[in-house]
């Protein structure tokens, strides 16, 4: 894989774990870079990606430069107050960004090893270790996964659940899928918002407990995400709410979500924001 790739597949995978944080949280992001910059041939790379892709280089620009944490040729990171640990591959090898990953609980990614693909390195610590178990590092190399959404948790607040449309809120033809595993449209459910991904990523957790989220769109009406299931330690959730009256049609509900469903905090917090255009409310 020459520079340019390697290069445009970090991009992709930057660009896939960012988004995986609400829009309102995604300038707390921060890329952890080398004191002594990037290597001349990361910068000659990214404007080889410009020819292919200029909006993804020009994004990728704009993570990289607003990074203000950093770290030096041993993995120490600048400013961190808690002892730091010496990292190795297995085998013995030392690598500086993965020393850094490992002690600010981060996730890893080199331009120097493109061979690592897997989503967790297990790595050998020297004192003073603080590790417990088998120590790893969650690696930035395949799809996002449970592992990075965990670790992006650490550092960045509201960090979206996982989505599905399990289809019986959908009045649209379900998917063979959908039919196989829930069943068709339910006639006395709400009926789901046509971008209801797009409400997920302006929502905002119900810290009450459990994995639900609200979420206000252009028409001043409140929508709910609730979890279904958990996948690997991670929410899953499904729309399944709106103070939206038309959203019922003339059927008479199995249930009804209103505004006192809705943590005061986390309406005001939702006025504030302001609401989400392109709902596609039916």
Excluded at 1 to 28: H, I, P, T
Excluded at 48 to 71: G, N, Y
Excluded at 214 to 243: M, Y
């Amino acid at each position: 894989m020459d520079d340019a790739s390697l290069v445009g597949r970090l991009a992709r995978a930057l660009q896939d774990l960012v988004g995986n944080v609400a829009e309102y949280r995604k300038n707390d992001v921060e890329v952890c870079l080398p004191i002594a910059g990037l290597p001349a041939r990361m910068h000659a790379a990214l404007r080889a990606l410009e020819k292919r892709d200029m909006d993804l280089a020009k994004r990728t620009r704009q993570v990289l430069t607003k990074s203000s944490a950093m770290f030096d040729e041993r993995g120490r990171v600048e400013g961190q107050r808690v002892p730091a640990d010496d990292v190795a591959m297995k085998g013995g090898q030392k690598v500086a960004a993965l020393s850094a990953a490992w002690n600010l609980q981060a996730i890893c990614w080199s331009a120097e090893h493109p061979d690592w693909r897997e989503h967790v390195i297990h790595v050998d610590v020297v004192a003073p270790s603080h590790a417990m178990g088998a120590p790893s590092v969650t690696n930035l190399w395949n799809e996002v996964t449970n592992e990075h959404r965990k670790a992006l948790s650490l550092h960045v607040r509201e960090v979206l659940p996982r989505y599905e449309n399990p289809g019986h809120h959908d009045p649209e033809s379900p998917t063979p899928e959908q039919q196989a595993n829930y069943g068709k449209f339910r006639g006395k459910k709400s009926e789901i918002p046509r971008n209801a991904v797009r409400l997920l990523r302006h929502a905002i957790r119900d810290e009450r407990g459990g994995a639900t989220w609200w979420a206000l769109c252009e028409h001043k009406f409140f929508h709910r995400f609730q979890g279904s299931t958990n996948i690997d330690g991670w929410p899953l959730v499904h729309w399944n709410g709106t103070t939206d009256e038309r959203a019922y049609g003339n059927k008479v509900p199995e249930e009804r979500t209103t505004v006192q469903d809705i943590p005061p905090k986390v309406r005001a917090e939702l006025e504030t924001r302001g609401p989400v255009d392109g709902c596609g409310c039916r």
